[in-house]
Nanobody, 123 residues
Framework: VQLQASGGGLVQPGGSVRLSCAAS????????VVWFRQAPGKERAWVSS????????YYTNAVKGRFTTSRDSDKNTVYLQMDSLKPEDTAVYYC?????????????????WGQGTQVTVSS
């Protein structure tokens, strides 16, 4: 199983960016894929989840209404659309995955991890 995160970069406050998490070795529509982020000096924190069966999505309160996670089963890829970005969204963003339907903010729940992509929100 491999996860390849991409799409980060430098964006101005209020701007948007879309992250991608391309999976190989398993299907994103039969497993749970999540996004975490780690800001400098802070622990890795859960951001969002998209569940296997019905693509139900869940978000941490800090990003509700601004971030949207979705998936393309044909491309076997999960996305994180990030809008109305704030400087406090600056972090390295990681995608991770686990088998079945999982709702958990714990990093140790997920056995598969991508390499992380940097998002910097600054003017």
């Amino acid at each position: 199983v491999q996860l390849q995160a991409s799409g980060g970069g430098l964006v101005q406050p209020g701007g948007s960016v879309r992250l991608s998490c391309a999976a190989s070795g398993f299907r994103v529509n039969t497993n749970t894929v999540v996004w975490f982020r780690q800001a400098p000096g802070k622990e890795r924190a859960w951001v969002s989840s998209i569940l296997n069966a019905d693509a139900s999505a869940y978000y941490t309160n800090a990003v509700k209404g601004r971030f949207t996670t979705s998936r393309d089963s044909d491309k076997n890829t999960v996305y994180l659309q990030m809008d109305s970005l704030k400087p406090e969204d600056t972090a390295v963003y990681y995608c991770a995955a686990g088998e079945g339907a999982i709702i958990s903010p714990r990093t140790d729940t997920y056995p598969y991890w991508g390499q992380g992509t940097q998002v910097t929100v600054s003017s």
